[in-house]
């Protein structure tokens, strides 16, 4: 249970990484771009091979993966879009005016796109086989760009150090809960159930690569996006076969 825990913080660390890092180096949207393709090819491989993949082999052909993955796609779209309307639309660009975005719907957005990706963890200690290392790669990968995305927006707006850090130290402690829950909540669950969530996760996630942080790497890092992505994939690939 406390592994579930421990993962999920260690995962989620990368954004207090993200965050400490642009506030001391200037990070260039091109590499942020590449960063974040990069991190999108292995979010990819993980939904497939981790989530979707275990999905299916837990609970084929009853409806729990086509269940589960509609309803965490239309719960990632509704709460995005109701947090894009509190005004956190913007919390993954760079490029901000002072005092753009709500504070508040800033946190609710990175939380949003976070606990998906930390259940996964301690849903996939609940197999007795130990943690995934391309799940935690893929969550620690993912959160980098996003962290140093919204730290730069969120330093142009006139957010304090102190602050930014701050959040993200909340954000990351939300994170290790929410891969507790996910071991703790689940432990017991049959195997249809088990398999909803899992594809509700990759839902989610999909969703999320899709209205974020896809167009926001394609739209710093260009052409080079689709190379990196393929590079996150395969390196994530391999690691699945090998874990």
Known sequence: ?????????????????????????????????????????????????????????????????????????????????????????????????????????????IVLDGIPESAVIGLGLLEGTGVSVAVIVAVFLSNLPEAIAATTGLSASGWSRGRIIGLWTLVTLVSGLASLLGYVVFDSAGPDALAFVLAFAGGAILTMLADTMMPEAFEHGGKLVGLLTTLGFGLAFALTMLD
Do not use: H
């Open 1 to 109: 249970m406390w592994g579930a825990l421990g993962w999920g913080l260690f995962a989620g660390s990368s954004l207090i990484l993200g965050g400490a890092l642009v506030l001391v180096l200037p990070i260039r949207e091109r590499l942020l771009g590449l960063i974040m393709a990069f991190g999108a090819g292995v979010l990819i491989s993980a939904v497939a091979y981790e989530l979707v993949a275990e999905a299916f082999e837990t609970s084929a052909w009853n409806g729990s993966l086509a269940l589960g993955l509609a309803a965490g796609a239309l719960t990632f779209f509704v709460g995005d879009l109701l947090v894009d309307r509190m005004g956190g639309d913007e919390r993954k660009k760079m490029r901000r005016t002072a005092g753009a975005g709500s504070g508040l719907a800033i946190v609710l957005g």
